[in-house]
C-alpha cells in the first residue's frame, strides 16, 4: 500500500494493479496536490479496509480486473467498508447490465482506458461538492437506490449497536443475501472468524446468535 502525505485537496483510494495505467493515474492526481493511497492488489485493499485507524476516502477509483480477484468480491467489499465514499468502477469490457447493475449498488463506471487528466478532474470536482456547505447531507431520500439506502441504514445501526467496522460488513453482506461461507470469501478469512463475528454482534444485541442479530435489525428499522 502506498500512501502520498503532504497533499491538500481531496483523498482518493485507488484499486489498481502496478503497471502504467496506474502509475498515470498516480502521477496525475499527486500534481493536482490530491492525498492517494494506492492499493495495488486485492491483498492490499483486504489490508485498507482492516484498517480502523485510518480515515475513509471521499473516492475510491476501483479496477474491476485485479487479476487476483473478482468483481463479485471487489464491489461489495468497497461499497460495505466505505460506504460514505463515492465509488466509480474502472473496466474494459462491460455491459450494459453489468453497467446497470453497477448503479444499482451506488457505484457509475467508465471504460478503460480513461484519462488521467479526466479522472483527477473527476475527482477535484468531487472534492468541491463534498467541501461545499450546500452539500447533501449522507442521509438518503426515499427515492434513492436501494443499495445506497441499505448502506445508510445499516451505517446508522451499527454506529447505534457500537459494531465494529469488520462486523457492519458482514451484516451488510448478509443483508446482500450472502451465506456465511461467501462473506469469508470476500473478507478474505474463515468461516470460523465470521461465526465469532456474529457471536459478538449478538451479544451486542442482547442475543446470543445470527438469527438474533438479525431479529434487532430489523427492531431498529421499526422505530422506538
Not at 492488489?41 to 479496477?63: C, K, T, Y
Not at 455491459?95 to 467508465?110: F, H, K, Y
Not at 436501494?146 to 443483508?175: E, N, T
Request: aromatic share 6%; proline share 6%; with cysteine.
Amino acid at each position: 500500500m502506498m500512501v502520498l502525505k503532504g497533499a491538500t485537496t481531496g483523498s482518493v483510494l485507488l484499486v489498481a494493479v502496478d503497471g502504467p495505467v496506474g502509475r498515470s493515474l498516480l502521477h496525475a492526481m499527486e500534481a493536482a496536490t490530491i492525498e492517494v493511497e494506492w492499493a495495488r492488489s486485492f491483498g492490499d485493499l483486504q489490508v485498507r479496509v482492516a484498517r480502523e485507524d485510518m480515515p475513509n476516502p471521499e473516492l475510491v477509483f476501483l479496477d474491476l480486473e485485479l487479476p487476483d480477484a473478482a468483481a463479485d468480491q471487489l464491489v461489495p467489499l468497497v461499497r460495505t467498508r466505505f460506504p460514505q465514499s463515492t465509488t466509480v468502477a474502472l473496466a474494459s469490457q462491460l455491459t450494459g447490465e453489468g453497467a446497470a447493475q453497477l448503479l444499482s449498488q451506488g457505484v457509475p463506471s467508465l471504460t478503460k482506458p480513461v484519462s488521467p487528466l479526466a479522472l483527477t478532474g473527476l475527482a477535484l470536482r468531487l472534492a468541491m461538492v463534498q467541501r461545499s456547505p450546500w452539500a447533501p447531507r449522507p442521509i438518503l431520500a426515499e427515492g434513492s437506490a436501494p443499495g445506497a439506502r441499505m448502506d445508510s441504514l445499516v451505517s446508522a445501526y451499527a454506529a447505534d449497536r457500537v459494531l465494529s467496522k469488520q462486523q457492519r460488513m458482514i451484516l451488510r453482506f448478509y443483508l446482500d443475501g450472502r451465506n456465511d461461507k461467501e462473506i469469508a470469501r470476500i473478507c478474505g478469512c474463515s468461516e470460523a472468524t465470521v461465526y465469532e463475528h456474529w457471536r459478538r454482534m449478538a451479544r451486542k444485541a442482547g442475543g446470543a446468535n445470527k438469527g438474533d442479530v438479525v431479529s434487532d435489525f430489523h427492531r431498529f428499522l421499526g422505530g422506538p
